[in-house]
């Protein structure tokens, strides 16, 4: 059974920042696309960065780009998103999510191209 389990979320002010973890099957995290997604009540779920764990290549949305970093760290199967400069919008779930198996490209971002989903955490930030 494939395993994908995050972690780290919580509730912060405005500015400040949060890591959050996502630990994966060993099979499943290798030279494989993973992703970050996050969905606020009442909104769409939308793609956050992914990372190709074959090469460590990010990507990101475009609107996130320069607060939020994705990472790994092969020794533990587990792929990191920081986020820095938090703001009220960024509350949401936040979830990770990994293909059965391939690589990262122009469409990372659709919830459509993932086959495992972990249960979400939840980032909350106040103003």
């Known amino acids: 059974q494939v395993q994908v389990v995050e972690s780290g979320g919580g509730s912060v002010q405005a500015g400040g920042s949060l890591r959050l973890s996502c630990v994966v099957s060993?099979?499943?995290?290798?030279?494989?696309?993973l992703a970050w997604f996050r969905q606020a009540p009442g909104k769409e779920r939308e793609g956050v960065a992914g990372?190709?764990?074959?090469?460590?290549?990010?990507y990101y949305a475009t609107s996130l780009k320069g607060r939020f970093t994705v990472s790994q760290d092969n020794a533990k199967n587990t792929v990191y998103l920081q986020m820095n400069s938090l703001k009220p919008e960024d509350t949401a779930m936040y979830y990770c999510?990994?293909?059965?198996?391939?690589?990262?490209?122009?469409?990372?971002?659709?919830?459509?191209?993932?086959?495992?989903w972990g249960q979400g955490t939840q980032v909350t930030v106040s103003s």
């Open positions: 999510a990994a293909r059965k198996r391939g690589l990262c490209d122009g469409a990372w971002w659709g919830t459509w191209r993932y086959d495992y």
């Open positions: 060993e099979y499943t995290y290798s030279s494989n696309c």
């Open positions: 990372i190709y764990t074959g090469n460590g290549t990010p």
